[in-house]
């Protein structure tokens, strides 16, 4: 037999075997370090009544504070809610959403005639809805080419496979490829203003400043770089199935168009719930006072200028008008009391 001799301090976490051919193994023991055997120096709080009290106590005052001023913020918000759908025979938008095919070369307009009661001062934001449109589906979600939005040449021409089956179309590489664009809200909407004395004044709609500044300026890039004749760099790719017009022809504004197109980077980044809304237009810089005033307003909705898709008015699509001085535009009263409530509670 072979005899196997231990050393009892084994500091260096190694066994000694003895024999024929004898060498040194070695062990799995960790080695006698104060890391490998969590001797470190450590802080263990020891809580008391003495601590935790004046924690608790702290917490509050800080949260109520701020829940309080959440709530009166959420307060100052007005919101007015236009649903344009059309399911109803009353609607002014019924026959386009019934009668409205999917290849007519001419769009369908509808208009809207509805009152503000009270005036909108400060900056105001226009959002369009949907209703059960499932943008959190697992396959819709992957259905994109971030390489290819980043402007990445080969991409332009080889989509990745997760566009499919909005890869390829007619032989041709589609840009932008994929469900998430080929789907892209298709309505377009103007506001006018009804004047006491009979004029309709059209309200300037800004559509820039809608996206993330991450979004507009580092996630999505046009291929060939800033400045590129961007329908020589599109030459050999396909639009968009379900889309009127390529992607370089989105703007006339060669700042906003293309994949850094605002539209389009907006409805890209996907909603995790089904009833969702995204930010449309901005009205800001006004030069009357108060941006909105009250009286008659007209909304005229345009069908399918950039893409047609009329299965989308199954979605309850609907516009809305908000208006905020401060930050917290899209803060709900709900977390205002959240806030106080978890206050109150530590306190």
Known sequence: MMATSYNAKDEDGHITVSGPGGGTLRSRKPENTAFKQQRLPAWQPILTAGTVLPAFFIIGLIFIPIGIGLYVTSNNIREFEVDYTGVDVSSPCFNCSQNYSWNSSRPCTCTIPFYLEQPYEGN??????????????????????????HGDMDSLLTPSKECEPYAFH???????????ANSMFNDTLELFYND??????????????????????????????????????????????????????????????????????V???????????????????????????????????????LCVNVTQHAFNPHASLWTSLSIWSNVSSSSGHHFVCYGTHFL
């Open 170 to 180: 007619d032989k041709k590489p589609i840009a932008p490829c994929g469900a998430i």
């Open 267 to 305: 409805w890209m980044r996907t909603a995790a719930l089904p009833t969702f809304r995204k930010l449309y237009r901005t009205i800001k810089d006004a030069k009357v006072i108060p941006t909105l005033p009250s009286g008659n307003y007209t909304l005229e909705v345009v069908y399918s200028i």
């Open 124 to 149: 105001v934001y226009m959002y369009y809805g949907l209703s059960n449109f499932y943008q959190n589906h697992r396959r819709y979600v992957k259905s994109r080419d971030d390489s290819q939005l």
């Open 196 to 265: 006491p004395n009979g004029t309709k004044v059209l309200v300037p709609l800004a559509n820039t400043g809608i996206a993330w500044f991450t979004d507009k300026y580092v996630k999505f890039k046009n291929p060939g770089g800033d400045g590129a004749n961007l329908t020589a760099v599109f030459q050999g790719t396909s639009k968009p199935v379900n889309w009127l017009k390529p992607v370089y022809e989105l703007d006339k504004n060669s700042s906003n168009n293309g994949f850094i197109n605002e539209d389009f980077i």
